[in-house]
């Protein structure tokens, strides 16, 4: 057994940290499991417990109470993750919350100082990727996709290890190597595809998604066996289905969608981005709760993979989730430097339109192009609309004036009844429009 001191220390060393705000939340969540843990009622932490006692939420509001606290017991396992590959790297004694439990249970990672038995330690691999290198023997089908693929003699299979929980992006230069011997056209697939995922936002700009599309197909083309080649189209298919005023273009785009989905799920099951694809193919269909579930699932895979946050962040907006949209665009640890543009600020900002929030929409819209996050006619309609909410009349007629001239045939209602599974948020951001001048159409 752990002792309650070494617990205790544990929890410390946690509230300790900068990636924990010990008044907040996140810290008054994980002190009170921790103390009920100590004391002998670990079995007993319900989600509704934790609702009365941490947030003094009252019975009635069991709904979402509930929903609070699922999602910040998700951000808290992203947290302690986090904090343990960086800073508690070398704890005694880790804190580990799993997923379906509110109570806590702890690893000894150094026997010397806390000598107690405990569960086998769990490899913490999201900072090394491993992946399965293998020949298979003939072509891969496409499935209806209609691009050509060229002739392998022994295609290359490669697929995240399972839990890996890192994007593509993360192949080493040794992972490489080895790669370009056995195919130069699989590594050449593996590096188009981490720039395609790269330029994925913003989402709703529709050239680029059929820019992307060319992009994911050649992925195919060069490794048919690769899944990310096909979770990428699968992503930008979905897209493309939800903004399509076409019935019939839309049909079409939603089959190609899961079909391509389907064939990343066969090659990698347990990649992240695998079941992302699968999260926004259903979503694309409608299935807003299943689309969630498996958005969960994805970013449960890979928890410092700020992308698929913020796809989980997007699904949970345009399925009317406000709070966990703004939960999965809190986490500033997941996003990373470089080339890559994460919409977290994009996805904040409308969801507090819909909660109400709108000094906060219009402060997050002025970070993010202030910091260079990805900038379409959706983020500047909800702009807009969140000045002309403030009564900010004159800024809202500017802004609309910029949108209007960006992007003169954006279909944004269109898009917002596409995307939106109700029309109330949708009609709420359209009317704001109108108010400041704006018509359909």
Known sequence: ??????KEDALQRVLASDLVDASGRIGAFLSYVISEEIQGRGDAIRGKTIAQDVYDRA???HGDADNVVRVDARRLR???????A???????VRIHMDPGSYCPSYEVV?????PAETRPRTPYLAYGALFGLGAIVGGAAMLGL????PQQNAPVVVAAFPGAGVPERTFSMAERSAILQKSPAMLEA????????????????APRQVLLA??????IELGPDFYGGYAGLAHVLSIRALVTADAEARTAFLTQAQSAADQALRLAPAEARTQMAQALAVFAAGDREEALRLAELSVELAPMDGQLSDFLGTIALFSGQNERAVAASENEALRESGSQRFANRNIFAAASFHLGNYRDTTRAFNEAAALGDPICALSFAYHVAALQALGDIKAAERKLQQLEQSWPDASIANSLFGIHGDTAPAEDVLQRLRDAGWRDG
Do not use: C, W
């Not at 992203?78 to 343990?84: C, E, F, G, K, N």
């Not at 209609?146 to 693929?149: D, G, K, V």
């Not at 593996?190 to 700009?205: S, Y």
């Open 110 to 114: 150094n026997p010397v100082q806390d």
């Open 78 to 84: 992203q947290t302690l993750d986090h904090y343990y």
């Open 86 to 92: 960086t800073q508690g790297d070398d704890d005694p």
């Open 214 to 219: 060319s992009i994911f197909q050649r992925v």
């Open 190 to 205: 593996i590096t188009l595809a981490e720039q395609g995922h790269r330029m994925i936002f913003p989402v709703f700009d």
């Open 59 to 61: 019975p009635q509001d």
């Open 146 to 149: 209609s691009f050509a693929m």
């Open 1 to 6: 057994m752990v002792s309650a001191k070494a």
